[in-house]
Protein backbone atom coordinates (compact mmCIF):
# COMPACT_ATOMS: atom_id res chain seq x y z
CA UNK A 1 0.00 0.00 0.00
CA UNK A 2 2.54 2.63 0.77
CA UNK A 3 3.93 2.60 -3.29
CA UNK A 4 0.41 3.60 -4.07
CA UNK A 5 0.37 6.34 -1.40
CA UNK A 6 3.11 7.75 -2.47
CA UNK A 7 2.35 7.57 -6.46
CA UNK A 8 -1.02 9.70 -5.03
CA UNK A 9 1.36 12.33 -4.22
CA UNK A 10 2.85 12.66 -7.89
CA UNK A 11 0.09 11.92 -9.71
CA UNK A 12 -2.19 14.11 -11.55
CA UNK A 13 -5.77 13.77 -10.51
CA UNK A 14 -6.96 11.93 -13.91
CA UNK A 15 -4.56 9.47 -13.15
CA UNK A 16 -5.89 8.77 -9.09
CA UNK A 17 -8.58 6.54 -10.51
CA UNK A 18 -5.91 4.05 -12.36
CA UNK A 19 -4.12 4.16 -9.49
CA UNK A 20 -7.18 2.85 -7.41
CA UNK A 21 -7.80 -0.33 -10.13
CA UNK A 22 -3.99 -1.34 -9.43
CA UNK A 23 -3.95 -0.97 -5.95
CA UNK A 24 -7.52 -3.33 -6.17
CA UNK A 25 -6.11 -5.91 -8.47
CA UNK A 26 -2.57 -5.96 -6.55
CA UNK A 27 -2.87 -9.77 -5.11
CA UNK A 28 -0.89 -8.70 -1.95
CA UNK A 29 -2.99 -5.57 -0.95
CA UNK A 30 -6.02 -6.48 1.52
CA UNK A 31 -6.62 -3.59 3.71
CA UNK A 32 -7.90 0.04 1.50
CA UNK A 33 -8.35 2.13 4.08
CA UNK A 34 -5.61 4.68 4.06
CA UNK A 35 -5.94 5.40 0.46
CA UNK A 36 -10.00 5.50 0.89
CA UNK A 37 -9.11 8.30 3.59
CA UNK A 38 -6.42 9.81 1.53
CA UNK A 39 -6.62 13.86 0.89
CA UNK A 40 -6.18 13.06 -2.30
CA UNK A 41 -8.74 10.58 -2.93
CA UNK A 42 -11.40 12.29 -0.57
CA UNK A 43 -11.08 15.73 -3.01
CA UNK A 44 -11.18 13.23 -6.13
CA UNK A 45 -14.39 11.95 -4.91
CA UNK A 46 -16.35 14.89 -4.53
CA UNK A 47 -15.76 15.07 -8.47
CA UNK A 48 -19.51 13.21 -9.60
CA UNK A 49 -17.52 11.57 -12.17
CA UNK A 50 -15.41 10.05 -9.87
CA UNK A 51 -17.41 9.50 -7.16
CA UNK A 52 -17.82 5.83 -7.68
CA UNK A 53 -14.00 5.16 -7.17
CA UNK A 54 -14.36 6.10 -3.51
CA UNK A 55 -17.52 4.07 -3.60
CA UNK A 56 -15.76 1.57 -4.95
CA UNK A 57 -12.76 1.27 -2.18
CA UNK A 58 -15.36 1.32 0.15
CA UNK A 59 -16.84 -1.80 -0.61
CA UNK A 60 -13.67 -2.96 -0.63
CA UNK A 61 -12.47 -1.41 2.39
CA UNK A 62 -15.82 -2.68 4.19
CA UNK A 63 -18.46 -4.35 2.39
CA UNK A 64 -18.59 -8.21 0.86
CA UNK A 65 -19.82 -9.49 -2.17
CA UNK A 66 -23.84 -9.09 -1.80
CA UNK A 67 -23.01 -5.61 -1.14
CA UNK A 68 -22.09 -5.36 -4.82
CA UNK A 69 -24.71 -7.02 -6.43
CA UNK A 70 -27.06 -4.71 -4.48
CA UNK A 71 -25.05 -1.51 -5.94
CA UNK A 72 -23.78 -2.44 -8.69
CA UNK A 73 -25.34 -0.16 -11.09
CA UNK A 74 -23.56 2.78 -8.80
CA UNK A 75 -20.13 1.18 -9.12
CA UNK A 76 -17.20 0.27 -11.68
CA UNK A 77 -17.95 -3.31 -13.35
CA UNK A 78 -15.11 -5.62 -11.64
CA UNK A 79 -12.41 -6.92 -13.22
CA UNK A 80 -12.14 -11.03 -12.82
CA UNK A 81 -8.81 -10.24 -10.04
CA UNK A 82 -11.25 -7.83 -8.49
CA UNK A 83 -14.43 -9.94 -8.03
CA UNK A 84 -12.38 -12.65 -6.86
CA UNK A 85 -10.31 -10.47 -3.95
CA UNK A 86 -14.00 -9.34 -3.58
CA UNK A 87 -15.11 -12.61 -2.65
CA UNK A 88 -11.67 -13.27 -0.19
CA UNK A 89 -12.90 -10.55 1.51
CA UNK A 90 -16.11 -11.79 1.92
CA UNK A 91 -14.48 -14.77 2.73
CA UNK A 92 -12.66 -13.19 5.82
CA UNK A 93 -15.41 -11.23 7.14
CA UNK A 94 -17.71 -14.48 7.50
CA UNK A 95 -15.20 -16.42 9.18
CA UNK A 96 -13.98 -13.39 11.30
CA UNK A 97 -18.01 -13.43 13.01
CA UNK A 98 -18.57 -17.40 12.73
CA UNK A 99 -15.67 -20.05 13.04
CA UNK A 100 -17.55 -23.14 11.74
CA UNK A 101 -18.78 -22.45 8.27
CA UNK A 102 -20.92 -24.97 6.32
CA UNK A 103 -20.30 -25.66 2.75
CA UNK A 104 -24.11 -24.36 1.81
CA UNK A 105 -23.53 -21.37 3.32
CA UNK A 106 -20.24 -20.21 1.64
CA UNK A 107 -21.16 -21.33 -1.67
CA UNK A 108 -24.26 -18.88 -1.61
CA UNK A 109 -22.40 -15.95 -0.26
CA UNK A 110 -19.68 -16.78 -2.41
CA UNK A 111 -21.76 -17.40 -6.00
CA UNK A 112 -20.07 -20.28 -6.09
CA UNK A 113 -21.07 -22.49 -9.43
CA UNK A 114 -19.52 -25.52 -7.26
CA UNK A 115 -18.46 -26.76 -4.03
CA UNK A 116 -14.74 -27.46 -6.04
CA UNK A 117 -15.00 -23.48 -6.67
CA UNK A 118 -15.67 -22.67 -3.31
CA UNK A 119 -12.62 -24.86 -1.42
CA UNK A 120 -10.57 -23.02 -4.39
CA UNK A 121 -11.30 -19.53 -2.54
CA UNK A 122 -10.43 -21.00 0.96
CA UNK A 123 -7.38 -22.56 -0.27
CA UNK A 124 -6.29 -19.66 -1.96
CA UNK A 125 -7.03 -17.33 1.36
CA UNK A 126 -4.94 -19.67 3.25
CA UNK A 127 -1.93 -19.15 0.98
CA UNK A 128 -2.40 -15.21 0.64
CA UNK A 129 -2.26 -15.38 4.86
CA UNK A 130 -5.37 -13.56 5.16
CA UNK A 131 -7.24 -16.71 6.46
CA UNK A 132 -6.18 -20.36 8.65
CA UNK A 133 -8.51 -23.06 8.44
CA UNK A 134 -9.29 -26.67 7.92
CA UNK A 135 -12.13 -27.95 5.23
CA UNK A 136 -14.07 -31.22 6.58
CA UNK A 137 -14.95 -32.71 3.30
CA UNK A 138 -16.68 -35.09 5.04
CA UNK A 139 -19.06 -33.00 7.09
CA UNK A 140 -18.87 -29.92 4.48
CA UNK A 141 -17.64 -27.42 7.33
CA UNK A 142 -14.46 -25.03 7.05
CA UNK A 143 -13.16 -24.46 10.33
CA UNK A 144 -11.94 -21.26 11.21
CA UNK A 145 -8.70 -20.84 12.83
CA UNK A 146 -7.97 -17.28 12.51
CA UNK A 147 -8.79 -14.15 10.05
CA UNK A 148 -6.71 -10.99 9.44
CA UNK A 149 -8.67 -7.96 10.21
CA UNK A 150 -10.29 -5.52 7.86
CA UNK A 151 -10.70 -2.04 7.56
CA UNK A 152 -13.22 -0.53 10.38
CA UNK A 153 -15.61 2.61 9.61
CA UNK A 154 -14.99 5.12 11.81
CA UNK A 155 -18.53 5.18 13.44
CA UNK A 156 -17.54 1.65 14.22
CA UNK A 157 -14.69 2.50 16.42
CA UNK A 158 -16.83 3.27 19.87
CA UNK A 159 -18.52 -0.38 19.69
CA UNK A 160 -15.30 -1.72 18.88
CA UNK A 161 -13.82 0.17 21.89
CA UNK A 162 -16.80 -0.88 24.04
CA UNK A 163 -16.03 -4.59 23.32
CA UNK A 164 -12.70 -4.36 24.09
CA UNK A 165 -13.05 -2.95 27.63
CA UNK A 166 -15.84 -5.68 28.09
CA UNK A 167 -13.11 -7.87 27.29
CA UNK A 168 -10.36 -6.02 29.24
CA UNK A 169 -12.81 -5.98 32.50
CA UNK A 170 -13.28 -9.67 31.50
CA UNK A 171 -9.41 -10.30 32.14
CA UNK A 172 -9.27 -8.46 35.12
CA UNK A 173 -11.85 -10.10 36.49
CA UNK A 174 -10.22 -13.34 35.66
CA UNK A 175 -7.02 -12.53 36.92
CA UNK A 176 -8.01 -11.19 40.36
CA UNK A 177 -10.10 -14.71 40.74
CA UNK A 178 -6.86 -16.52 39.81
CA UNK A 179 -4.39 -14.25 42.47
CA UNK A 180 -7.43 -14.86 45.26
CA UNK A 181 -7.17 -18.45 44.39
CA UNK A 182 -3.14 -18.54 44.49
CA UNK A 183 -3.50 -16.71 47.85
CA UNK A 184 -5.67 -19.57 49.32
CA UNK A 185 -3.17 -22.17 47.74
CA UNK A 186 -0.47 -20.10 49.77
CA UNK A 187 -2.18 -19.89 52.59
CA UNK A 188 -3.33 -23.48 53.04
CA UNK A 189 0.16 -24.49 51.93
CA UNK A 190 1.85 -22.67 54.44
CA UNK A 191 -0.68 -23.83 57.03
CA UNK A 192 0.02 -27.42 56.42
CA UNK A 193 3.68 -27.02 56.35
CA UNK A 194 3.54 -25.15 59.88
CA UNK A 195 1.46 -27.89 60.98
CA UNK A 196 3.83 -30.42 59.27
CA UNK A 197 6.97 -28.43 60.80
CA UNK A 198 5.15 -28.63 64.57
CA UNK A 199 4.24 -32.60 64.18
CA UNK A 200 7.58 -33.28 63.29
CA UNK A 201 9.16 -30.66 66.15
CA UNK A 202 6.49 -33.28 68.64
CA UNK A 203 7.22 -35.80 67.55
CA UNK A 204 11.43 -35.31 67.97
CA UNK A 205 10.98 -34.02 71.34
CA UNK A 206 8.80 -36.97 72.48
CA UNK A 207 10.99 -39.83 71.09
CA UNK A 208 14.06 -37.99 72.88
CA UNK A 209 12.21 -38.30 75.79
CA UNK A 210 11.17 -41.85 75.40
CA UNK A 211 15.01 -42.44 74.64
CA UNK A 212 15.75 -40.60 78.13
CA UNK A 213 13.34 -42.17 79.97
CA UNK A 214 14.07 -45.57 78.64
CA UNK A 215 17.74 -45.15 79.10
CA UNK A 216 17.66 -43.64 83.24
CA UNK A 217 14.56 -46.49 83.66
CA UNK A 218 12.32 -43.52 84.53
CA UNK A 219 8.53 -44.14 83.89
CA UNK A 220 7.21 -43.14 80.73
CA UNK A 221 4.76 -40.16 79.97
CA UNK A 222 1.37 -40.80 78.57
CA UNK A 223 0.80 -38.96 75.99
CA UNK A 224 -1.46 -38.80 72.91
CA UNK A 225 1.29 -39.23 70.65
CA UNK A 226 2.53 -42.11 72.08
CA UNK A 227 2.23 -44.91 69.54
CA UNK A 228 3.68 -48.34 69.35
CA UNK A 229 6.30 -46.74 67.20
CA UNK A 230 7.44 -45.20 69.89
CA UNK A 231 7.35 -48.16 72.34
CA UNK A 232 9.43 -50.16 69.99
CA UNK A 233 12.03 -47.28 69.64
CA UNK A 234 11.93 -46.95 74.00
CA UNK A 235 11.87 -50.60 74.25
CA UNK A 236 14.93 -50.91 71.60
CA UNK A 237 17.32 -48.40 73.52
CA UNK A 238 16.41 -49.98 77.03
CA UNK A 239 17.73 -53.08 75.55
CA UNK A 240 20.56 -51.75 74.09
CA UNK A 241 21.20 -50.08 77.41
CA UNK A 242 21.47 -52.78 79.58
Request: glycine share 2%; with cysteine; net charge negative.
Amino acid sequence: MDAYIILLTTAPQASIPEIIVRALEDESVYHFGRLLNSPQVAELVEIEQFAQYGRLLELFSFGVLNDYKTAAAQLPQLSPQQLNKLKHLTLVTLASNEKVLHYDRLIAELDCSSEQEMEDLVIESIYKNILMAKLDQKRRLVEVDFTVGRDVRKQDLPDIFAKLEAWSNTCEEALEKISADIETVNAEAAAKLDDSRNFTNTLQELRSNHVMAAAEGLPRSDSQYESSEYQREAQRVGADAS
